[in-house]
């Protein structure tokens, strides 16, 4: 089992920047993390993925070269670094988790894999 909870959330001018935290606790050291997120309406949609390692990110073209994934794994913690904000980022956030062998050492970025979900921050991106 794995639990998570974020921080950070917030309202962000256009082109502005926020930082997203996630604690993690439980059975974090052979799990792959990430960030998910839903706009009102949409589906979930995925956002950046790390593997346990730290070498190996995944991005979608939408927030490429603007967002930024990284882990401390001493303090288990990921982070979502988002420069460059446009109002259609403006969603609920969720850091995810998954522990299936192949994400955790490869990384991935299917919405399955990850079955640990934590409740979500708010980001809004409005001038």
């Known amino acids: 089992q794995v639990q998570l909870v974020e921080s950070g959330g917030g309202l962000a001018q256009p082109g502005g920047s926020l930082r997203l935290s996630c604690a993690a606790s439980g059975r974090t050291f052979s799990v792959a993390l990430g960030w998910f997120r839903q706009g009102r309406g949409e589906d979930r949609e995925f956002v950046a993925t790390i593997n346990q390692s730290g070498g190996a990110r995944y991005y979608p073209d939408a927030v490429k070269g603007r967002f930024a994934v990284f882990r401390d794994n001493a303090k288990n913690m990921v982070y979502l670094q988002m420069d460059r904000l446009r109002p259609e980022d403006t969603a609920v956030y969720y850091c995810?988790?998954?522990?299936?062998?192949?994400?955790?050492?490869?990384?991935?970025?299917?919405?399955?894999?990850?079955?640990?979900w934590g409740q979500g921050t708010q980001v809004t991106v409005s001038s």
């Open positions: 995810v988790a998954s522990d299936e062998p192949h994400c955790a050492v490869n990384g991935c970025s299917e919405r399955l894999a990850f079955k640990y």
